[in-house]
């Protein structure tokens, strides 16, 4: 056959705008640069220089789709990047990665678009593409990345994606919710999220690529299988619900018309998951009240909750907010209604919520009647717990028998609580209540009882206990859990205890307590005091009385009170309302409490805190010859924190000091002192004339056992001066003795005064006055006194100063030792040393006398050095310094222990007086009054030579004419037969 000839179509550029009336020389130009751009697109040949154009089949193709001859696509691809590489061909898998794409539009007939994810897309075989990004189509988009999990079929027309990250719509491409109305489905729409959506969207029939045929059904959504609703926030219940758990299965659904479709009542279909809460039901995803996607669904016959742990019944829904309930929550035996259960996997909660508890039994546990409202209500079904907290109003309990604030811990194994629990005046708070059907217990809790007149004020008040309340008898009994703390307080009267057990009666009005330990140091009441010290003492019961706010403590053995110890009698104190101690009766006081030196007996005392107390006595002083004596001491009180008492003896009381001592006046008793303090006159008890009215100032402390009364000066009423020791008369030339009495005459000499005080020797009932350290024997030296009254002896030891008189430098006479007389048969004895020393003797004559003396004097008999009477009247001449120590007669004391002849004894060594005679036996004669001594005398020493010898002796000491005022040794001899032959 003959080959048909190619027919070629051209035309020149002049003729093309010729045809449309162009001027050449002004568009010629433009003209042809233009048809050189259009080539490079492929729809046609220009020859610039022959003016030739040469149409080619693509622009035929393009123009018979223009004038709807013939079908095409509008796909647009559009690459731009700065680096200028637009693609990349994977020769292997023919694929090309396309960067710098803003857009890719699938038709112009429709909205069906994606913006690819990082602008980048990846054709394949066929214009076929796959790709990540935003896909929007018509109201809705969806979403995918990072994965590619979108592809576009050019041959079918239509996109698939796979288990892609979200579907959402759009309600700003509706032109009704453009124009505002409908805002708040506007609000749903936009948030409502679909997940994990797998389909197809159909642009337009694969033959229909170019729209050029309307079909409104197009374009569409074909969700094939099932997608989901989640509501995993942290705006919705801290992200409580997580999309393992709880969802909404959609199941699959079409969306046809996707530019025009109504998105008014929008919903879909499926199954609502929530784990464990609620076992899955069927529903519809809707519009909530909250505005958001959820679904809702009433249960009026119950549903079961958390796998049977308990049955909600009513409207359950799931929004926005939380899965949500408005109805009742049956749990054990109770009943919990609310307007809104917040449900979470592990939980329930609810506010505002009321609790019905009927008095019942579950297994073995067992319920008290419990009715509530206003309650925060939080069930752990899975740990088998539901704590209800009260709010604006108190739980009822035992039929109103008790309201609680607090929370309560409602179990499988009972009913426990924490909080505040009232039964009428009763207030108890603990951390753990047990509470039964008829009672309940309470572990380390704080019990109060108010005041039924002003509840603002608190009777009683406990903590740290463990307590057993029975509600049918109001009864409580308590166990502190603590030892040795006051944590038992009585407030009005500002007291507290440590004794941990105790009953609490209602009935009665009162409370009883007594120890909960055996240790007794660790059971005591304690006052508080704003002013002083507390006061504290041990007990062993305590019983309060709430009605009339007395508190009585029985088996007090003392109480401490400033530096006293009081005995209460029969160990019970009570104390007033105010909390003030009421006075104790027939107590005993004891002072100082460490020593315990004074005892008051019959106190009448009135404690006002530990530091401070006063009270009234008999005070126990000491026994006088087998007979009490009691001080009764009006004023007891404490000064500068010691006890101190005063009282005022009597005349007509005859008080004695000690055996014998009469005292009258004031006395004053203070605890820190050992011995009661005297201020007043004393005599000596005795049926002597002379003594009976001689009473005397006195005033210091006095040790009864061994009295001593210190004597100062002492003054009878008259006002006379009263003297202790051996005076002489002048005129008379007579020594008399006095023992507290005024002098005969106001110029008789003093011979001995005895100063210090005044004491009794309980043996001989003879009274002593002198030094104290004399008395005591603690020293030599001292004048002293004695008498025995009964005997009518009065003797004087020390120092004699007899009154002589010699020639200026003539003679000196010293004497000490004893002198007694007995006033009854007017009898004189004495035990003196004489020491005369005559200066104008040469030493050494004397030593020579004294030498040949001794010679003669061997035979004769020794005397004794170790009589304590004798050596006290050496020391007063060998030690007469009393401010000096008794160094001398010490050594003569010590030589005389060792010495085998009394001639060694140093005694005249110390003393080398001309003559030193021991052991004179003065008596006075009856018929001159002179003294004279007709005996054996011992010869201690001559001229410093010592002798110790017995021998006999004459002497005289009686008057001399011419001297008023003085008497010497008239005459005398010693071991000899006539007057001075000695």
């Known amino acids: 056959p003959r080959r048909r000839r190619a027919i070629r179509t051209y035309i020149l550029d002049t003729d093309i705008l010729k045809s449309q009336g162009l001027d050449l020389k ?11 751009d259009v080539e490079t697109y492929g729809f046609l040949r220009y020859d610039p220089e022959t003016g030739i154009v040469e149409p080619l089949p693509k622009l035929l193709r393009w123009a018979q789709a223009a004038f709807g001859q013939k079908d095409y696509d509008a796909l647009r691809i559009f690459s731009n990047t700065a680096d200028g590489e637009n693609a990349r061909l994977d020769l292997q ?34 214009r076929s593409i796959r790709m990540a990004g935003r896909l929007a189509a018509g109201k809705l988009d969806l979403y995918s990345w990072p994965d590619t999990r979108m592809q576009f079929d050019y041959e079918n027309f239509k996109v698939l994606f796979f288990n892609v990250d979200s579907l959402k719509f759009r309600p700003e491409r509706d032109p009704l919710f453009r124009e505002g109305k409908f805002p708040r489905v506007a609000r749903s729409l936009s948030t409502l999220r679909i997940e994990n959506v797998s389909g197809c969207i159909y642009i337009d029939l694969p033959s229909n690529k170019s729209g050029r045929k309307v079909l409104p059904y197009y374009s569409v959504l074909d969700c094939y299988s099932e997608s989901y ?21 959609l199941d699959p659904f079409m969306l046809d018309s996707l530019e025009t479709f109504s998105l008014l009542g929008l919903e879909f279909h499926g199954v ?49 907010f939380a899965l949500h309930g408005q109805g009742e929550v049956h749990y054990l035996t109770g009943q919990v209604r609310a307007d809104t259960f917040v449900f979470h996997f592990d939980s329930c909660m609810a506010e505002k919520a009321r609790f019905a508890l009927p008095k019942s039994r579950y297994a073995l546990a067992q319920y008290p009647e419990v009715q509530a409202e ?14 209800l907290e009260t709010g604006s109003k108190p739980a009822q309990l035992y039929a109103g028998e008790a309201t609680f604030r607090g929370r309560l811990l409602y179990t499988p194994e009972g009913l426990r609580a924490s909080g505040l629990l009232q039964t009428g005046e009763a207030l108890i708070a603990s951390e753990s209540f047990l509470l039964s059907p008829e009672s309940f217990k309470a572990v380390e809790a704080r019990f109060a009882i ?29 166990v502190s859990q603590r030892v040795g703390e006051p944590n038992i307080q009585f407030p009005k009267q500002n007291i507290a205890t440590s004794l941990g057990k105790g009953t609490y009666n209602r009935q009665t009005g009162e409370i009883f307590l007594n120890p909960h330990v055996s240790d007794e140091s660790k059971n005591f009441v304690v006052r508080r005091s704003k002013t002083g010290k507390d006061v504290y003492f041990n007990t062993q019961v305590l019983l309060y009385n709430l009605h009339t706010g007395r508190v009585e403590a029985n088996r007090v053995d003392s109480i401490l009170v400033a530096d006293a110890t009081v005995f209460p009698e029969g160990g019970r104190v009570e104390f007033q309302p105010d909390g003030s101690l009421a006075p104790l009766e027939n107590a005993v006081i004891k002072a100082p409490s460490s020593l315990n030196h004074h005892t008051i007996l019959e106190a009448r005392v009135v404690i006002r805190s530990g530091s401070d107390y006063t009270a009234r006595g008999k005070y126990k002083y000491t026994d006088v010859e087998g007979k009490p004596q009691f001080i009764t001491l009006d004023s007891i009180f404490v000064q500068d924190g010691v006890t101190t008492a005063r009282s005022k003896i009597r005349t007509e009381d005859e008080f004695l000091l000690t055996d014998r001592i009469l005292f009258r006046d004031e006395v004053e008793l203070r605890a820190d002192r050992r011995f009661l303090y005297f201020k007043g006159e004393v005599r000596i008890q005795s049926d002597n004339e002379f003594l009976r009215e001689s009473w005397f100032n006195f005033e210091g402390l006095v040790n009864p056992d061994t009295v001593f009364i210190p004597i100062k000066e002492p003054k009878n009423r008259r006002g006379q001066e009263l003297t202790v020791g051996l005076h002489f008369v002048s005129i008379y030339r007579t020594f008399y003795t006095n023992f507290l009495q005024p002098k005969r005459n106001k110029d008789d000499l003093d011979v001995l005064l005895a100063e210090g005080g005044l004491s009794v020797d309980r043996v001989t009932k003879s ?8 008395l005591n024997g603690e020293s030599y030296r001292g004048n002293w006194v004695e008498y ?14 007899f009154p002589a008189s010699f020639p200026p430098g003539a003679a000196q006479l010293a004497v000490a030792g004893m002198w007694r007389e007995e006033q009854r048969f007017q009898k004189l004895s004495t035990d003196l040393i004489l020491a005369l020393h005559f200066p104008n003797i040469p030493s050494s004559l004397a030593e020579a006398i004294g030498s040949r003396f001794n010679l003669w004097a061997l035979a004769l008999s020794d005397m004794e050095f170790t009589e304590p009477r004798f050596i006290e009247a050496m020391a007063e001449l060998l030690d007469p310094d009393t401010t000096q120590p008794e160094t001398n007669t010490r050594e003569v004391v010590q030589a005389a222990q060792r010495a085998a002849l009394a001639r060694n004894v140093p005694f005249a060594k110390k003393l080398p007086v001309t003559v030193l005679l021991a052991r004179v036996p003065f008596r006075r004669s009856d018929s001159t009054g002179a003294l004279f001594v007709t005996a054996d005398v011992a010869v201690a020493g001559i001229g410093g030579v010592g002798i110790a010898k017995y021998c006999p002796a004459k002497i005289e000491y009686g008057t001399v004419l011419g001297d008023a005022h003085a008497a010497n040794p008239r005459y005398g001899y010693i071991c000899g037969d006539k007057e001075g032959a000695g």
């Open 93 to 126: 898998s023919k694929e090309i990665t396309l960067r710098g794409v803003e857009a890719v539009v699938f038709a112009d007939s429709h909205i069906v678009e994606i913006a690819p994810y990082k602008r980048t897309i990846y054709l394949r075989e066929n």
């Open 788 to 801: 025995n009254d009964a005997s009518r002896i009065t003797t004087a030891y020390g120092r004699l100063s």
């Open 767 to 774: 009274f002593r006055i002198g030094p104290l350290k004399k």
């Open 229 to 249: 609703k989640y509501w995993e926030s942290s705006a919705i219940q801290n992200s409580q619900y997580t999309r393992d758990r709880l969802y909404f299965e």
């Open 26 to 36: 002004t568009y010629l130009k433009p003209f042809q640069m233009r048809l050189e």
């Open 450 to 478: 108010l005041d039924p007149k002003n509840r603002k004020d608190t009777l009683f008040y406990a903590e740290g206990i463990e307590l057993d309340y029975q509600i049918k008898t109001h009864q409580g009994d308590f």
């Open 272 to 320: 609502f998951y929530t784990d464990s809460v609620f076992p899955p039901f069927r529903d519809t995803l809707k519009i909530m009240p909250d505005g958001s996607y959820g679904v809702q669904e009433t249960f009026p016959g119950g549903i079961a909750v958390y796998k049977g742990k308990g049955k909600f019944y009513g409207r359950v829904a799931m929004d926005n």
């Open 374 to 387: 206003d309650l925060r209500f939080i069930w752990y079904p899975y740990q088998g717990r539901a704590v």
